[in-house]
């Protein structure tokens, strides 16, 4: 064989885009076999239960549950025992999702003392309980072992939870923990609710619990996700800014799952105004409700707005705000649903898109992902739906840009 420089064989290795092509270079020759397994082995993803979260990591090795009937415990023992023969795989690995059941709660359903201390991304989905006897066991049983793997990768960089109940107190020492990651960047919060001794009632929580003394060092974010109810929205937008800056995010993404706006409102006054990437959804939507984008501060770096809509008037109230406040967009991405309009409100679309495009020079395009009558809509129906807008050039068919989910 040749003999080639190792940065020049690690180039060559990253390069290689095919799962099946790094295992063959594995197996070929010793001076691939680090570089190969620091790829093959980059990110690893448990599944033990149904999964039935929007948010998910593609696995790129072979360690992955998806068998309900398979006992955790007796997977991670062989785990365990593979990864003890070769150390090195526990070092490549640099995300990590852990998806456990997410209606039963057993003492050992949740993997502890994992080995991992180079993570730079994880995610953890827990159970989302409001009886207080299920919430109890997942503090118990489920937290701690995070806390640990927090502590032990303090590299992290984007982490996720996933449908999490806990009682106040609990998060509490959870964003402590993470408010100690001096290089996260991300965050991701889906489903956090906050769930009282009292009796189980987590809509009467006014917040999430702060801690007596703000903390004097604080991780700055620049990347936001939260989704959640109205009420529970709002509480994460008063809580979070005494665990983490937030006035420094660059990316942020709001979904709702009901008609209440305070929440995004609230977290829109409070993220301040170096926002260059925006994602709003809503599941119910009702007159003006994007009224909320109007009554925030001017993002005057804002160039790549996300919208889901349904009701054209949103979309008018929406561009209004785009062009009166002169907002230097460049990539305006939609999704909707055809049906839910009828033809008049379709042509009115074309036309507040096509105002759009001539009165924001910058504008460069227009994604749009539109469900027609359960159907995804082509490049060819863009055409017939919004022919004015499609005649400029500027409007493509695209799916949303999920970053949230890596």
Same mark, same amino acid.
């Given at each position: 064989?040749?003999?080639?420089? =190792? !940065?020049? %064989? ?23 076999? /680090? ?11 448990? +599944? ?26 007796? $997977? ?12 090195? %795989? ?11 059941? $997410? ?44 806390? /640990? ?62 801690? @007596? ?11 936001? $996700? ?8 709002? /509480? ?19 979904? #709702? ?8 409102? @609230?977290?829109?006054?409070? #993220? ?17 409700? +994007? ?14 707005? =996300?919208?889901?809509?349904?009701? #054209?008037? !949103? ?7 785009? %062009? ?21 409100? +379709? ?20 994604? @749009? $992902? ?14 017939? +739906?919004?022919? =004015? ?18």
């Amino acid at each position: 064989m040749v003999t080639f420089p =190792q !940065e020049i %064989i690690d180039l060559f290795v990253d390069f290689t885009p095919l799962k099946a092509d790094l295992k063959s270079l594995s197996l070929a020759h010793r001076s691939f076999l /680090r570089r190969s397994r620091y790829h093959l082995f980059s990110t690893i993803r448990f +599944i033990h239960g149904a999964n039935n979260s929007p948010l998910n990591y593609k696995s790129t090795s072979f360690f992955k549950v998806r068998n309900e009937g398979l006992a955790l415990p007796k $997977y991670l023992t062989s785990f365990r025992s593979t990864i003890t023969q070769n150390p090195l %795989i526990v070092s490549s690995v640099r995300t990590l999702s852990l998806f456990t059941g $997410y209606t039963t709660l057993e003492t050992d359903d949740f993997p502890e003392d994992l080995p991992f201390t180079k993570l730079h991304s994880l995610q953890v989905r827990f159970a989302r309980h409001l009886d207080l006897t299920d919430v109890l066991k997942t503090q118990k049983w489920r937290v701690p072992p995070l806390i /640990r793997l927090i502590q032990t990768n303090p590299s992290l960089q984007h982490l996720a939870i996933d449908a999490c109940s806990l009682e106040p107190s609990s998060w509490d020492t959870l964003f402590s923990n993470i408010a100690s990651l001096k290089q996260l960047h991300t965050l991701v919060l889906r489903s956090a609710v906050t769930v009282t001794s009292e009796d189980g009632d987590y809509e009467a929580q006014r917040s999430l619990s702060l801690p @007596a003394t703000p903390l004097t060092t604080k991780p700055s974010l620049r990347k936001l $996700y939260v989704a959640c109810n109205d009420p529970e929205l709002k /509480r994460v937008a008063i809580s979070l800014p005494h665990y983490f800056t937030i006035t420094q995010l660059n990316v942020l993404a709001l979904q #709702c799952s009901s008609s209440g706006w305070s929440g995004q409102e @609230a977290v829109l006054m409070n #993220c301040g105004n170096r926002l260059v990437s925006l994602s709003i959804g809503v599941e119910f939507w009702r007159n003006n409700a +994007i009224n909320v984008l109007v009554g925030a501060p001017a993002f005057s770096n804002l160039s790549h707005l =996300q919208l889901t809509f349904e009701a #054209c008037s !949103e979309l008018k109230i929406m561009a209004n705000w785009l %062009i009166k406040e002169r907002i230097p967009l460049r990539l305006l991405h939609l999704t909707c649903e055809k049906h839910s309009m009828i033809a008049h409100e +379709i042509r009115t679309v074309d036309n507040v898109l096509l105002n759009l495009v001539t009165s924001i020079p910058s504008l460069q395009l227009i994604a @749009a $992902y539109v469900i027609m009558y359960e159907e995804l809509a082509n490049t060819k129906d863009l055409a017939d +739906i919004l022919p =004015q807008t499609f005649g400029t050039g500027k409007l493509k068919y695209r799916p949303m840009m999920k970053w949230w989910e890596v």
